[in-house]
């Protein structure tokens, strides 16, 4: 599945895919599945939340 999206992403002329995930255990299976079609991560990021 993830291949397919990928190849109709690049046949649509975009240049780059970006998939965010949780750095949590419980996320550890679609990290790895993520790694498995060809994305290389992990990137380092911050996000700040606020409650309003």
């Known amino acids: 599945m993830y291949e397919f999206i990928l ?3 690049k046949l ?7 998939v965010n995930t949780g ?3 419980a996320q550890a299976p679609v990290r790895s599945t993520y790694e498995k079609v060809g994305l290389s991560g992990p990137v380092s990021s ?3 939340h606020v409650k309003l």
């Open 12 to 18: 649509a002329g975009m240049k780059a895919a970006i």
């Open 7 to 9: 190849e109709q992403m």
């Open 23 to 25: 750095g949590f255990e």
């Open 46 to 48: 911050v996000e700040y």
